[in-house]
C-alpha cells in the first residue's frame, strides 16, 4: 500500500471568492476600456517587442512543462516499478543521516524527530543519525522521541553542536566523522534540515534507486510545506513546489538537475565522504575580479550539486515522494519584504554557482541542462522588458496600451497557473497576481544581486558576509555595483526607447533641416 499524498493547505474560500470578484472586475475593465485600434500600424512597436520576447519565453517555458509531463506519465513510472521490484534487496547495508538545525521550536523539533525515527526503525537497516543542533534543549526532545519509540536498535544517535556560524561548518564536521567511520561501499547518506517531516515511505521508496543506477550520484524529492501564515503566505509557498515540480521534472529527464535541494536529498556516502566533497562543503568561495576572494555563507545545496556536476555524476527527482517543510516568514506581518529578502537569499546562491557551471560547458552535464544554466541568466533580463516597454509606450505614445498588456498578463499567467495545477494537484486564483509577482520581483532582485552577490546574510542565524572588513572599501566596493547596474539597466532602457518608436534617430530629412537652420547656433 502506497502512502498517501501530504495536501497542502487550501487557502480560504473568502480569499478565493475575493480574487475570483476581483479579477472578473478587472477583466470587465480591461475589454471595456481596450482602443478599437489597438492594432493599428502605430500598436506595431509594442506588439512585435512584447510578442517576440513572449513567444520566446514562453515556448521555452512549455517545452520544460512538455518535458515535465513526459517524465512524469512515461518515464518515472517504468523507473518506479523498476525500483520497486527489487524489495529489500535495495537496501543498503548500512545508513547515515545528517540533520542540521538551528534553534527549532520544540515541537517541531519532536515533529521533525519522530518522523525520522520512525522511517529508520521501519527501514530495518543500521542507522547512524547525526543531530547537528544548537541547544542542550534539543537532546532532551530527540531522547524524548526515541523513548516513545523504545529506542529502536537499528539506530544510534550522535549529537555534534554547532558553532553558529552558518550551516556548511556543521556540515562539514558531520561528514568528517561519517567518513571516519568507514561507510560500507554501499552506504548511503540522508542530508535533511531540522524543520522537515519525513512522510511514511520516504526512505524506503526513494533509497532503492541508487540500487537501480550505479551511476546516481543524488537524488532529491518533491515538498510540501505546512505554513504558519495568511492564505497568501499558504499560496505563495505551494506556487513555487508546484513551479520546483515543474522544472526538476523536466531537468530529471536529463538525469541531471539544477540544484540538490538541502531540504532532503540523498547521497552515496563513498562520494560524500571524499576529501573534496567535505572541503567545498565547508569552504566553497569564489574568485571575483572586483569582489575578491569570499566564502559563501549559505547554499551548500549548490555546492554539492556543482561537485557532482562537475564529475559527470548523474541525479534524479523524485515526483512521487514528499517530505513536509514547516514554513514561516521572517516576519509574518510584512508579506513582500519578507518573501523578497528570501528571494534575494536563494537567487544570491544561485548567481554565485551559475557562471563555473556554465563553464564547464555541455560535455558533463549534457545541452539541454547547460542551456538551462545560461536561460537562467538571460531571463532576468528578458523578464523586464513586457513591463518596460508597456511602461514607455503607456507613457509616450498612447495611455490606453497599458490596458492591453494587463489583458496579456491575466491571459498568460492564467494559462501557466492551469498548467502548474494541472501538474500539482491544485489551483488557486491568488497563483495568477503571484506568478506575476514572483517573476517580475524576481527578475528586478536578480539583476540587483548579480552586481552585489558576494553581500550575504542569513536571517534565521543573524549572521552576514562576504564584504570586506573595511568600511572605506565597502563603500567604494558598493558604489562601484550601482554604477555597473545603473548603466546595464540604461542600455537595456535605451534599446528598449528605440525599439518602440518612443526615441527614434532622426531621419536625413530632419538633419537637413537643421543642418540648413545652422544647427544649434542657428537664429
Given amino acids: 500500500m502506497q502512502p498517501s499524498t501530504p495536501q497542502p493547505s487550501f487557502a480560504s474560500w473568502a480569499t478565493e471568492v475575493t480574487v475570483l470578484l476581483f479579477g472578473l472586475a478587472l477583466l470587465v475593465v480591461l475589454i471595456s476600456e481596450l482602443p478599437r485600434d489597438i492594432f493599428s500600424p502605430e500598436s506595431q512597436s509594442f506588439f512585435f ?57 520544540p515541537e517541531v523539533n519532536f515533529a521533525v524527530y519522530d518522523a525520522l525515527i520512525g522511517e529508520a526503525r521501519d527501514y530495518g537497516v543500521p542507522t ?255 523578464t523586464l522588458v513586457g513591463p518596460t516597454v508597456a511602461i514607455l509606450v503607456t507613457a509616450f505614445v498612447r495611455p490606453s496600451f497599458i490596458f492591453a498588456y494587463l489583458l496579456w498578463i491575466l491571459f498568460t499567467r492564467s494559462i501557466a497557473a492551469l498548467i502548474l495545477a494541472w501538474q500539482r494537484g491544485r489551483f488557486s486564483l491568488l497563483w495568477v497576481p503571484l506568478l506575476y509577482y514572483n517573476q517580475i520581483g524576481g527578475a528586478l532582485l536578480k539583476t540587483y544581486v548579480s552586481f552585489r552577490f558576494n553581500r550575504q546574510k542569513w536571517s534565521r542565524q543573524g549572521i552576514s558576509a562576504g564584504e570586506p572588513t573595511n568600511q572605506r572599501a565597502v563603500r567604494r566596493q558598493r558604489r562601484m555595483g550601482h554604477f555597473m547596474h545603473g548603466v546595464y539597466l540604461a542600455s537595456l532602457l535605451f534599446v528598449l526607447v528605440l525599439a518602440t518608436g518612443v526615441l527614434a534617430p532622426p531621419d536625413s530629412v530632419s538633419l537637413n533641416i537643421f543642418h540648413d537652420s545652422g544647427g544649434l547656433n542657428g537664429r
Fill in 49 to 105: 517587442v512584447i510578442g517576440a520576447i513572449g513567444m520566446w519565453r514562453y515556448s521555452w517555458w512549455f517545452v520544460q512543462a512538455a518535458r515535465s509531463v513526459w517524465y512524469n506519465r512515461q518515464v518515472f513510472p517504468q523507473l518506479r516499478a523498476e525500483a520497486d521490484a527489487l524489495g529489500d534487496a535495495a537496501k543498503p547495508s548500512e545508513l547515515y543521516v545528517l540533520c542540521t538545525s538551528y534553534r527549532i521550536e
Fill in 128 to 382: 547512524l543519525v547525526f543531530a547537528a543542533i544548537s541547544d542542550r534543549s534539543d537532546v532532551d526532545v530527540i531522547e524524548h522521541v526515541l523513548d516513545e519509540h523504545g529506542w529502536p536498535a537499528n539506530i544510534e544517535v550522535r549529537y555534534m553542536f554547532q558553532k553558529g556560524d552558518g550551516k556548511r561548518s556543521a556540515m562539514a564536521e558531520v561528514l568528517r566523522a561519517i567518513s571516519r567511520c568507514s561507510p560500507a561501499p554501499d552506504a548511503l547518506l540522508v542530508s535533511m534540515d531540522g524543520d522537515i517531516r519525513l512522510e511514511p515511505g520516504t526512505l524506503s521508496r526513494s533509497l532503492s534507486f541508487f540500487a537501480l543506477q550505479d551511476d546516481l550520484g543524488a537524488l532529491t524529492t518533491n515538498n510540501n510545506a505546512i505554513v504558519t501564515g495568511d492564505d497568501a503566505t499558504k499560496e505563495w509557498y505551494d506556487l513555487r513546489y508546484a513551479q520546483r515540480h515543474l522544472v526538476m521534472s523536466s531537468m530529471s529527464l536529463s538525469q541531471r538537475l539544477l540544484v540538490l535541494t538541502g531540504r532532503y536529498s540523498a547521497f552515496r556516502a563513498e562520494l560524500a565522504t571524499q576529501p573534496s566533497f567535505i572541503e567545498l562543503v565547508e569552504n566553497d568561495h569564489v574568485e571575483h575580479w572586483r569582489f575578491g576572494n569570499f566564502k559563501f555563507l549559505s547554499g551548500d545545496d549548490k555546492s554539492t550539486w556543482y561537485w557532482l556536476l562537475q564529475r559527470g555524476w548523474k541525479m534524479r527527482y523524485l515526483p512521487d515522494v514528499y517530505v513536509s517543510g514547516f514554513e514561516e516568514l521572517p516576519d509574518r506581518r510584512r508579506f513582500f519584504a519578507s518573501t523578497l529578502d528570501l528571494m534575494r537569499r536563494w537567487y544570491g546562491n544561485m548567481l554565485r554557482t551559475s557562471d563555473r557551471a556554465i563553464a564547464l560547458g555541455p560535455r558533463p552535464m549534457g545541452l539541454f541542462t547547460w542551456w538551462s544554466l545560461v536561460d537562467q541568466r538571460l531571463s532576468m533580463w528578458t
